[in-house]
């Protein structure tokens, strides 16, 4: 089964995944444009609203864009996208997040999504990446879901 849709059944059985507010920077003190990659239910892109971004929210599941359309409302922007072909023209953004995505993304693949994020920050801008360790907790112990889990340092 691809990732992707063993995405879309993940957030078709557990809707609100990860509930409250995400702890990132506040670089450009709210100013700006901000990309949420793998948004998934949103929490990432709750808090960006919070600190007065203009937020995109982008994600693979089709499933959990809508959801996040439906919870948004007109706040915020949403698109099902790979991050690995971004469909934002170059130096779209102030300030791209990645909250707990590049842990999914597969060592081959890596370069190519750290080159998409590159290309759609504006010169000057800013990006936050949140990602699993070998030393997580959870490292290893990922049970058998299929959902792929890369643990990097």
């Known amino acids: 089964m691809e990732q992707r849709d063993l995405w879309d059944g993940f957030y078709r059985a557990n809707g609100r995944a990860w509930r409250g507010s995400s702890r990132i920077p506040d670089p450009l003190e709210g100013m700006g444009d901000a990309l949420d990659l793998g948004c998934g239910n949103g929490k990432t892109v709750s808090t960006l609203l ?42 779209s953004f102030d300030y791209v997040t990645a909250v707990h995505v590049l842990e999914h993304i597969g060592d ?45 340092n």
């Not at 994020?117 to 049970?143: E, K, N, Q």
């Open 50 to 91: 919070d600190l007065g971004y203009r937020v995109t929210g982008a994600d693979f599941s089709e499933t959990a864009v809508d959801m996040c359309r439906e919870n948004f409302g007109d706040s915020a922007a949403f698109v099902a996208c790979d991050i690995l072909d971004l469909p934002f023209p170059d130096g």
């Open 108 to 152: 081959p693949d890596m370069g190519r999504a750290a080159s998409e994020i590159r290309r759609v920050l504006r010169p000057g801008g800013y990006a936050f990446v949140r990602s699993f360790t070998p030393s997580d907790m959870r490292s290893g112990t990922r049970s058998g879901e299929g959902i792929r889990y890369v643990h990097r």
